[in-house]
């Protein structure tokens, strides 16, 4: 990917903010610490973790990645991943309906653009074209709304019609839509494969990351079973610390992590 620095792991002490999970789900192995992961920028920041047949205290690590945030969730409910990377939006979702899951880090911040294919539209004329969005509510959704908001705007349409970043990104290549907020890795492979398709803006609050008096949004955020930190907190603290590993070796590293993706 052509940004930088949107792989940042920020931990966050297993005190402040937890979510419920169902007592009577199916319980895995022991022996097997499970990690359920989204395909893109997440995915990139595990690859020195995939790339490493892992084990802590005598148990496997297993590093499952799903191509969209539901299916994380429903392995989540399900009681089938002990980790799990998810939209900030959905895991704040999942936090209200009770399911009982602790937040330990912020990897993921400031990988949403705002794309057309269209030549004759800019940053300063699309304000009252139809603009489609993954996820009513979700995080793309949110920071939009936050974008349009703090241009004094509310001309333009979101369109809920794609509910995945990947139709969305079909639909912009195929022409059905001439604006859309897509996420990386999406982004650079259509700017590669496509000259006319072209970044207007990017959604992010990452120039706020170090300064936390001021308004930010971390995109994702990854949780831990709650049984766990209760039981194995030191297993939860060298799971984050490898996750950790993982996150620089990508941004003081990026050719050899770029390797690895190859590889995987």
Not at 69 to 95: G, S
Not at 117 to 126: C, G, P, R, V, Y
Not at 180 to 187: F, G, K, Y
Not at 230 to 248: A, G, W
Request: hydrophobic letters at 40%.
């Amino acid at each position: 990917m052509r940004r930088n620095k949107i792989i940042k792991f920020i931990l966050i002490f297993f005190t402040g903010l937890s979510f419920t999970i169902i007592a009577s789900c199916k319980k895995q192995p022991e022996n097997t610490i499970r990690i359920g992961i989204l395909d893109g920028p997440s995915a990139v920041s595990f690859i020195q973790m995939i790339d490493k047949e892992l084990s802590v205290d005598g148990r496997k690590v297993e590093i499952i990645t799903k191509s969209e945030p539901l299916q994380i969730q429903a392995m989540m409910m399900k009681n089938e991943v002990d980790f799990a990377i998810l939209p900030t939006v959905m895991a704040a979702n999942l936090y209200n309906k009770g399911l009982k899951y602790r937040i330990v880090a912020c990897p993921i911040w400031g990988t949403l653009y705002l794309v057309t294919n269209a030549s004759d539209l800019n940053k300063n004329n699309f304000y009252h074209q139809k603009i489609s969005v993954f996820g009513k509510a979700g995080t793309a959704d949110v920071l939009l709304r936050k974008y349009l908001k703090s241009h004094n705007t509310d001309s333009a349409k979101i369109d809920y019609t794609y509910t995945t970043n990947h139709e969305v990104a079909q639909a912009l290549e195929t022409r059905n839509t001439q604006l859309a907020i897509i996420s990386e890795p999406l982004v650079s492979n259509l700017t590669a494969k496509d000259p006319q398709i072209k970044i207007i803006t990017k959604l992010d609050c990452e120039e706020y990351i170090d300064n936390f008096s001021k308004d930010i949004f971390v995109q994702t955020a990854f949780v831990v079973n709650s049984k766990l930190t209760d039981n194995y907190p030191e297993l939860v603290s060298r799971i984050c610390e490898l996750y950790s590993q993982s996150c620089n070796f990508v941004n003081e590293q990026p050719q050899e992590a770029a390797k690895l993706m190859v590889k995987h």
